[in-house]
């Protein structure tokens, strides 16, 4: 065989295993897992039984695993997600992670830390090797992208962003097997319009990915959402899309509002949306309960705060 004849060879070999990124619905049919070692489950059990039941009926719902480098080293990260996935397929369910360890993250603001350049390419790699054989979803780097247009580092980012997507589906890419469903940060309706986020998404490689999250950690009810997912989507090659709905139940009052503001409620169960669309599903991507910071009465950003998640659940 000529050397031409191996390289088409190898090429098709390469398409008939790629998943078929965006094509379907990663939640559909799909029951998500509960992680039994969030922050809200642990408070249920050591609470009082009043707070305990209202607190229940955070740790009952699904919710997304935050991986964090200061908390999951290089090291150590690939065999915990792998022991998450595999507790998740035991019960026949799936989990989701939120993968926030990119270099200066969150640009020195509530959320700040995150790897070095250097050790982050690593850190990503181990995610994937964790999540080899495991169906999955992936948010990568809440606020990531947009915040880049206020701290300055945006070619950086997008850079970062779009090399961590690709080490996440590359580990995964030659053989027949499940793998991670992954969301780019796409923003939320009052930051960034969606022709900017658009550009951005596609900078960061949203066409090799399953598509973006909205309202990430944010309170906009979800009907302003989903009309700025669809009008991003519609920029972006119709790329899928999920909502964070933990905390949008009723909506928020101002976008100046991100930390601990008060009157917030849960919001929509998660779960598949199934219409055929771009519009994969909601998720609770934010932990309910966990602090956004040092602001309204609230300690270290993700931290629990018992009387914020009470006052989530009574106002629901």
């Not at 699904?62 to 998450?84: C, G, N, Q, R």
């Not at 998740?88 to 350049?117: H, K």
Request: with cysteine.
């Amino acid at each position: 065989m000529s050397f031409l004849s191996l390289v088409a060879v190898a090429v098709w070999a390469v398409v008939v295993v790629v998943p078929r990124i965006g094509e379907s619905n990663p939640l559909s049919g799909q029951q998500l897992y509960v992680y039994p070692e969030s922050s809200a489950s642990l408070a249920a059990q050591s609470g009082n039984s009043a707070d305990a039941a209202a607190i229940a009926e955070i740790a009952n719902t699904p919710a997304a695993i935050w991986v964090l480098p200061e908390v999951h080293p290089t090291d150590k990260v690939a065999a915990f997600v792998d022991s998450v996935a595999l507790a998740a397929e035991a019960e026949n369910t799936t989990p989701v992670f939120v993968v926030y360890g990119i270099p200066d993250r969150d640009c020195q603001s509530e959320s700040a830390g995150g790897l070095s350049a250097e050790e982050y390419p690593a850190w990503v790699s181990a995610i994937g090797t964790g999540l080899l054989n495991h169906a999955s979803v992936v948010i990568l780097e809440p606020d990531s992208l947009s915040l880049a247009t206020e701290c300055g580092n945006l070619t950086q980012r997008v850079e970062q962003v779009r090399d961590a997507a690709s080490r996440l589906v590359d580990t995964n890419l030659f053989i027949d097997a499940p793998g991670p469903a992954i969301y780019l940060d796409g923003g939320h309706s009052s930051w960034l319009d969606a022709q900017t986020m658009a550009g951005i998404l596609r900078s960061a490689g949203i066409d090799k990915v399953q598509g973006f999250a909205s309202n990430t950690s944010n309170f906009n009810d979800t009907a302003s959402e989903v009309a700025y997912a669809n009008e991003l989507s519609s920029l972006t090659g119709n790329a899928h899309y999920v909502i964070d709905t933990s905390r949008n139940g009723n909506g928020s009052t101002s976008s100046a509002e991100w930390c601990n503001p008060s009157g917030r409620a849960l919001g929509d169960t998660p779960g598949a949306v199934e219409d055929g669309g771009a519009y994969d599903g909601n998720l609770w991507i934010k932990n309910p309960g966990e602090s956004d910071g040092k602001c309204n009465g609230g300690p270290a950003a993700g931290e629990w705060w018992q009387a914020g998640a009470l006052a989530l659940v009574r106002a629901s």
